[in-house]
């Protein structure tokens, strides 16, 4: 339950992480340098807490690989999950439209992409935790 907390939590600060460059830099400057910024900076915040996640919890060097797949999963599911009901319901409620149904095929490859990112993150901060911890 202790490892579930931490999944969720981590997700969390991730999420925010993600929410805030990716405004900051859209408002700021343009959707290109978001884009830009989401698949460069994203990945190393996602493979530093993954990393802090797995050294937190010290799993064996057979299971790490699973409990990283474990928690991508997770992060995925929550991160779907979150941004259908952000933008799929409350952001068209906000704005006094209709639900935007189609908003995961909008962003398509994006979504899709930045997940396969999210994967890459976790496979590169359990290798590191690999070479630093059981070396």
Not at 63 to 74: A, D, F, P, Q
Not at 97 to 118: A, G, H, M
Request: hydrophobic share 55%; glycine share 4%.
């Amino acid at each position: 339950m202790r490892k579930a907390g931490w999944i969720v939590g981590m997700f969390f600060v991730m999420y925010t992480i993600a929410t805030l460059v990716g405004f900051a830099t859209y408002v700021w400057f343009s959707l290109l340098v978001m884009w830009v910024a989401v698949f460069t900076f994203m990945p190393a915040v996602s493979a530093l807490l993954i990393y802090g996640y797995l050294r937190k919890f010290q799993f064996s060097s057979q299971t790490s690989l699973y409990e990283s797949m474990i928690l991508t999963g997770m992060w995925m599911l929550l991160s779907f999950c979150l941004d259908a009901a952000t933008y799929v319901l409350i952001v068209p409620h906000l704005s006094h439209s209709k639900p935007n149904w189609t908003f995961f095929r909008d962003q398509s490859p994006w979504i899709w992409l930045s997940y396969l990112v999210l994967i890459l993150s976790a496979l590169a901060a359990q290798r590191l935790y690999q070479r630093r911890v059981h070396a």
